[in-house]
């Protein structure tokens, strides 16, 4: 049994967040395991004569015997490290060795089709504490489980220094509350600040009105959503916010939109940024209409990109460009935007003027 309990999950290689672990030797022992980012101990053992039982079941599932195994620690096994008020996450794993479960072959993990996610166990765990709501003891005798969490949400990178908004996404329900938070202290909501933004009906959110001094290079920024029906999700993927503003990614170019009518149409343009790239349209008022990857393989002339239908209303609209690698992941910063495209009574007008930087100065050097 793997727990987690400090409600952090980001980290990679075999373990994504485990801090100790109950293991059951079966015919040896029943063991606390402690793990930390420059090892693991053991820092209990107890026998399996006192720590656990075995009973064998009617069933004989797959031909064979079927066994039912019970172990359990007390409390004090932990010293310190949790107490009956801690809030908890765990995975149930089964190992075909009597040692750790972050070292040794994991056979299944309880909870998920272990088949579905590779038999990656590590990719398993956090689809799985995802959605698991940190239970404490205590809340078990009191009230039983809470609601489960909210799937964590995923803040977009890159995030420049003095940056005015943060945008992301969000797998849960339109309607959902996005906080946003800068060195783990929220920055929406709260009085003086801008109110904290909700997921829209394409699964994006975005946080506008953030004061141009706020952000600077090293800080870090997560986000949570609650959703109805759920209890707060787990903390999203952690962005570093970067220096000075992108001038390195040549905004694309919009040239005009496609279909027909008054709602449902997409935007064509060109970019100069020649390979793998994310385009993401927004509104007038810096909201994402919607994103999707592009290809681009021609950089002098400019090649022509067409996006999705999207539900556009009568607003002003631009596109940037984000550069990836080919597995998706970004390798740059976000463009200025593009011109912008008026649509009004369901015909597009264009505006050709675009932002450049033609010159930087920074204390008094050029």
Known sequence: MLIDSDQKFD???????????????????????????????????????????RAVAASTSGGNTDY??????????????????TPLRMSGITITSAQSGLTGTVSDVGGVNFQAYNYDAPAAWRALLGAFPATSLSTLQTSGFPMIAATAPVVN??????????????????????????????????????????VAANGTWKLTGISSTLLAAGN?????????????????????VTSGVCTTTPPPVITGMGGSGNQNRSFIGTTSYSGNQRITVYNATNQPLGAFTYNSVTSSTGSTWTSPLYSVGEFNHYATVTPLDASGNVIGCESLESNHVCFRNGT??????????????YNGIT
């Open 68 to 85: 039912f195994y019970d172990f359990y620690v007390p409390l004090s096994a932990f010293n310190g490290g949790i107490t009956a008020a």
């Open 220 to 240: 870090t920024i997560t986000a949570t959503v609650t959703a109805s029906g759920k209890s707060v999700s787990p903390s999203s993927n952690t962005v570093t």
């Open 11 to 53: 980290g990679t290689g075999n373990n994504p967040g485990f801090e100790y672990e109950v293991l059951l030797a079966a015919n040896f022992a029943v063991q606390v395991l402690k793990h930390s980012p420059t090892g693991s101990s053991t820092i209990f053992t107890g026998s399996t004569d006192q720590y656990s039982q």
């Open 157 to 198: 990178e890159p995030v420049p220094a003095n940056s005015t908004s943060i945008s992301g996404t969000s797998t849960e329900a339109a309607g959902s509350v996005v906080a946003v938070y800068r060195n783990g202290i929220s920055i929406c909501g709260d009085a003086g600040q801008p109110a904290c933004p909700t």
């Open 348 to 361: 597009p007008h264009l505006n050709n003027q675009q932002v450049t930087i033609t010159n930087v100065a």
